[in-house]
Protein backbone atom coordinates (compact mmCIF):
# COMPACT_ATOMS: atom_id res chain seq x y z
CA UNK A 1 0.00 0.00 0.00
CA UNK A 2 2.68 2.37 1.14
CA UNK A 3 4.24 2.03 -2.33
CA UNK A 4 0.86 2.78 -3.87
CA UNK A 5 1.06 6.40 -2.56
CA UNK A 6 5.07 6.90 -2.87
CA UNK A 7 4.49 6.27 -7.05
CA UNK A 8 1.01 8.25 -7.12
CA UNK A 9 3.01 10.95 -5.05
CA UNK A 10 5.36 10.51 -7.55
CA UNK A 11 3.02 11.03 -10.55
CA UNK A 12 1.97 14.42 -8.88
CA UNK A 13 5.28 15.58 -8.79
CA UNK A 14 5.61 14.76 -12.00
CA UNK A 15 2.54 16.62 -13.51
CA UNK A 16 3.48 20.01 -11.52
CA UNK A 17 7.25 20.00 -12.36
CA UNK A 18 5.71 20.08 -16.11
CA UNK A 19 3.31 23.41 -15.12
CA UNK A 20 6.09 24.79 -13.59
CA UNK A 21 8.25 24.55 -16.96
CA UNK A 22 5.92 25.49 -18.67
CA UNK A 23 5.54 28.64 -17.08
CA UNK A 24 9.50 28.94 -16.85
CA UNK A 25 9.26 28.71 -20.66
CA UNK A 26 6.44 32.04 -20.63
CA UNK A 27 8.71 33.73 -18.60
CA UNK A 28 12.14 33.32 -20.86
CA UNK A 29 10.61 34.24 -24.02
CA UNK A 30 10.77 37.00 -25.60
CA UNK A 31 8.21 39.99 -24.67
CA UNK A 32 7.60 43.06 -26.97
CA UNK A 33 7.61 46.49 -25.13
CA UNK A 34 6.41 50.31 -25.78
CA UNK A 35 7.77 52.07 -28.84
CA UNK A 36 9.87 54.49 -28.14
CA UNK A 37 7.71 56.56 -30.41
CA UNK A 38 4.64 55.76 -28.81
CA UNK A 39 7.03 56.70 -24.81
CA UNK A 40 7.81 60.19 -26.87
CA UNK A 41 4.06 61.02 -27.06
CA UNK A 42 3.31 60.96 -23.89
CA UNK A 43 2.22 63.88 -22.10
CA UNK A 44 4.71 64.74 -18.81
CA UNK A 45 3.55 62.60 -15.77
CA UNK A 46 4.85 65.04 -13.64
CA UNK A 47 2.48 67.59 -11.70
CA UNK A 48 4.81 70.92 -11.48
CA UNK A 49 3.45 73.21 -8.53
CA UNK A 50 4.58 76.77 -8.92
CA UNK A 51 4.76 79.43 -6.06
CA UNK A 52 2.33 82.65 -6.68
CA UNK A 53 4.90 84.99 -7.89
CA UNK A 54 4.93 88.62 -6.46
CA UNK A 55 5.98 92.02 -8.22
CA UNK A 56 8.83 94.05 -7.54
CA UNK A 57 6.94 95.72 -4.71
CA UNK A 58 6.66 92.63 -2.69
CA UNK A 59 2.68 92.16 -3.57
CA UNK A 60 0.89 88.93 -5.14
CA UNK A 61 -0.10 89.56 -8.80
CA UNK A 62 -4.05 89.29 -9.54
CA UNK A 63 -4.77 85.99 -11.04
CA UNK A 64 -5.78 86.09 -14.57
CA UNK A 65 -9.33 84.80 -14.55
CA UNK A 66 -11.31 83.75 -17.40
CA UNK A 67 -15.15 83.58 -18.60
CA UNK A 68 -17.17 81.87 -21.27
CA UNK A 69 -18.87 83.78 -22.27
CA UNK A 70 -20.85 82.32 -25.22
CA UNK A 71 -19.64 79.31 -28.34
CA UNK A 72 -21.09 78.89 -31.19
CA UNK A 73 -19.65 76.58 -33.73
CA UNK A 74 -15.98 75.87 -33.37
CA UNK A 75 -15.73 79.16 -32.17
CA UNK A 76 -16.06 79.83 -27.98
CA UNK A 77 -16.06 83.86 -26.78
CA UNK A 78 -13.62 84.03 -24.15
CA UNK A 79 -13.03 87.22 -22.04
CA UNK A 80 -14.88 89.18 -24.58
CA UNK A 81 -12.84 87.77 -27.50
CA UNK A 82 -13.93 85.15 -30.46
CA UNK A 83 -11.30 82.22 -29.98
CA UNK A 84 -10.64 79.00 -31.94
CA UNK A 85 -10.02 75.74 -31.28
CA UNK A 86 -5.78 75.24 -30.63
CA UNK A 87 -6.02 78.74 -30.26
CA UNK A 88 -3.79 80.31 -27.01
CA UNK A 89 -5.46 82.10 -24.34
CA UNK A 90 -2.23 83.18 -22.02
CA UNK A 91 -0.24 79.94 -20.84
CA UNK A 92 -3.70 77.89 -21.89
CA UNK A 93 -4.50 76.38 -25.36
CA UNK A 94 -7.97 75.56 -25.83
CA UNK A 95 -8.69 72.60 -27.02
CA UNK A 96 -12.05 71.20 -26.83
CA UNK A 97 -15.90 72.99 -27.50
CA UNK A 98 -18.34 71.09 -26.09
CA UNK A 99 -22.25 71.97 -25.99
CA UNK A 100 -22.13 74.62 -22.67
CA UNK A 101 -18.02 74.46 -21.70
CA UNK A 102 -14.81 74.26 -23.05
CA UNK A 103 -11.66 72.84 -21.93
CA UNK A 104 -8.36 75.01 -21.49
CA UNK A 105 -5.21 72.82 -21.20
CA UNK A 106 -1.55 74.09 -20.52
CA UNK A 107 1.49 71.87 -19.38
CA UNK A 108 0.43 71.70 -15.84
CA UNK A 109 -3.35 71.68 -15.22
CA UNK A 110 -6.74 71.04 -17.72
CA UNK A 111 -9.50 74.12 -16.87
CA UNK A 112 -12.95 73.65 -18.27
CA UNK A 113 -15.00 76.62 -18.31
CA UNK A 114 -18.95 76.60 -18.19
CA UNK A 115 -21.42 78.95 -19.65
CA UNK A 116 -22.67 81.24 -16.73
CA UNK A 117 -26.64 81.85 -16.43
CA UNK A 118 -27.69 84.65 -15.05
CA UNK A 119 -28.88 83.31 -12.14
CA UNK A 120 -25.47 81.27 -11.19
CA UNK A 121 -23.57 82.78 -8.30
CA UNK A 122 -20.38 80.75 -9.29
CA UNK A 123 -18.81 79.70 -11.82
CA UNK A 124 -17.34 75.82 -12.04
CA UNK A 125 -13.67 75.51 -12.95
CA UNK A 126 -12.45 71.53 -13.18
CA UNK A 127 -8.90 71.04 -12.88
CA UNK A 128 -6.76 67.45 -13.49
Known amino acids: MSSFLYASAELSLGNETKVYDKI ?15 INRLRNPFVVI ?5 DANGTKRPQITYTLDGIFENK ?3 NGKWRKKYSKIGTYKLIK ?5 VVLRNTNENKELFIRNNNDSKIKFSSK
Open 50 to 54: YRKRK
Open 24 to 38: FEKIGETRVGANVED
Open 76 to 78: AKI
Open 97 to 101: IKKRS
